[in-house]
């Protein structure tokens, strides 16, 4: 048993696994597809990526539009820390009614549907409010991920030990300087695994926006698709866009974090 | 200077929840005067000396530290804990600075001094603890000794007029302990006001100028050491002095 599992854990055969286990999957989606008699057009799938002409590189729909995907998802998490961050606080600060307000708001968003958000955003309060396509996506978003946020904050800064800010009271700082000297630069090494793995949450999620056809990654896939009838095709490619996008981020994130780590 | 008392606790009381852990205790510490807390665990030292910088509230009685009464919120708290110096069981150092930054952040950030006199005042200290050489290092590159000594250090740079020590050898290996004892009595022999919550005698007998017995709560006996040591008040002192003296 162990020597198997040693021997699954080697990289050359994880890498021939993995290897294989995506071969037939994609074998098997395309022996069914040619079993509906699916007319494969992957040639004509780059034109919407990228085209290059005299002008030069030009993007194609699907790099506009995961273009405006990164746009939305990056507005929303610098929004949803925001938030995250005030919730945290109200729920660490001693004051009952800061306490109070930050569980109903918790509460709220953690028994509503993401969908039933949006469409509450986008049809009630949209109105209401002013809120256009792009605002109530972000919106939504925002306070969708801030729930989860606020509770890596919470856990970041209560994972520094409370001799921490004795020490800090003890020479004299308030809990604002003691907060920003010295609790933070100790707990962003606890928050930033959960952190990233949210920013990834985030842009998956995004995708439910093209219900209100925010004019975003999938919204254009669906929209070149139903132009095209390629189907498969598209839907493979705005799934390898998520997928590229996701992994770039968090390996950028573990060399980030790796430096945190030794400076 | 000023001659009146550094710290007048009067019949000062603290309750956790249903837990008396002080009850109507009264201390007065004079400018220049060390004052040695001895007691078995969970008598309240540590509750007492807390409450001396603020980090605890007591609920009952009168409590003035350096001519300012200490209450709950009190305002003038802050500036309070710039006079009062604590030195911790576990040395609580910053481990996210290197040793010369946990010197110089309380001087830097809290007295706004320049970076250029935080440095100088904090190389004064480092080499006070004997330990100029370890200014770039993390707390986790030194030994126990060593970051209590940074410890004593960070505390003395805020230059206060009362250091307040909390079993400060109590974490310490055996063959460590020497090394901050020796620092202490060095400030000691500075003319500092100390209070030192402690077991180790025999810095108590060199040190003390009272030594203080607390019990459930309570202070039981305050004697000059001579007395204390040999021929003490109570039998809950006698009691004690046997179990940690070993005889
Ligand atoms: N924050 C707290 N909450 C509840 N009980 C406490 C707290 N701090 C101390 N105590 C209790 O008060 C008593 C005295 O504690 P302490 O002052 O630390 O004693 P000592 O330092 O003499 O060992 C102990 O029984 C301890 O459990
Ligand atoms: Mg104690």
């Known amino acids: 048993m162990i020597r198997l599992r040693r021997i699954l854990n080697l990289r050359v055969v994880a890498i021939a696994l993995y290897l294989a286990i995506m071969a037939t999957i994609i074998w098997a989606s395309w022996a069914g597809a040619q079993r509906m008699g699916y007319n494969w057009q992957w040639y004509r799938v780059p034109q919407y990526l990228y085209t290059l002409s005299d002008d030069g590189f030009q993007p194609g729909e699907l790099l506009i539009g995961l273009w405006a995907s990164v746009k939305l998802s990056t507005a929303a998490f610098a929004l949803a820390v925001v938030l995250g961050g005030a919730i945290a606080m109200l729920r660490l600060s001693g004051l009952i009614v800061g306490r109070g307000l930050a569980a109903v708001y918790l509460e709220l968003i953690r028994n509503i549907p993401l969908l039933v958000l949006l469409y509450l955003f986008y049809y009630v309060l949209g109105p209401i409010f002013g809120l256009d396509r792009w605002g109530a996506a972000i919106i939504t978003l925002a306070i969708f991920h801030s729930a989860l946020i606020s509770e890596i904050f919470r856990a970041g800064i209560n994972s520094v030990a409370p001799g921490q800010w004795e020490a800090a009271a003890a020479i004299g700082m308030s809990r604002g300087q003691a907060f920003r000297h010295i609790i933070i630069p100790q707990s962003v090494r606890f928050m930033l695994p959960p952190l990233t793995g949210e920013v990834v949450h985030l842009i998956k999620s995004s995708a439910i926006v093209s219900v209100i056809a925010v004019a975003e990654l999938t919204t254009v896939g669906r929209n070149i698709i139903s132009d095209t009838y390629m189907s498969f095709e598209i839907w493979f490619t705005v799934a390898a866009v998520y997928l590229v996008l996701t992994l770039l981020l968090s390996f950028g994130v573990s060399v980030l974090e790796r430096r945190f780590k030794t400076g | ?247």
Request: glycine content about 8%; some cysteine; hydrophobic content about 40%.
């Open chain 2, 1 to 247: 200077m000023t001659q009146q008392p550094v710290i007048i606790a009067q019949d000062i009381s603290k309750r956790f929840n249903d837990f008396q852990a002080l009850d109507r205790v009264s201390l007065t510490v004079d400018p220049g005067e060390r004052v040695v807390i001895c007691g078995p665990s969970g008598s309240g030292k540590s509750t007492l000396i807390r409450c001396f910088n603020g980090l605890e509230t007591h609920d009952d009685g009168k409590l003035t530290v350096d001519g300012r009464e200490m209450s709950e919120g009190s305002p003038h708290i802050r500036q309070l804990r710039q006079d009062v110096g604590m030195v911790f069981q576990q040395f609580n150092l910053f481990p996210h600075l290197t040793v010369l930054e946990n010197l110089m952040i309380g001087p830097r950030k809290v007295r706004g001094l320049s970076r250029h006199k935080a440095e100088e005042l904090a190389r004064t200290y480092l080499d006070r603890v004997h330990i100029p050489e370890q200014a770039d290092k993390k707390p986790e590159q030194l030994s126990g000794g060593q970051q209590q000594r940074v410890a004593i250090a960070r505390a003395l740079c805020m230059e206060p007029r009362v250091m307040l020590f909390d079993e400060p050898t109590s974490a310490l290996d055996p063959e460590m302990i020497g090394e901050v004892l020796d620092v202490m009595v060095d400030l000691a022999q500075s003319g500092m006001t100390m209070v030192v919550v402690t077991h180790e005698m025999g810095f108590a007998r060199k040190v003390a100028d009272r030594m203080v017995f607390m019990e459930a709560g309570r202070i039981v006996e305050i004697a000059p050491p001579e007395k204390f040591f040999s021929n003490p008040e109570t039998r809950r002192a006698q009691r004690f002095l046997n179990q940690i003296l070993g005889h």
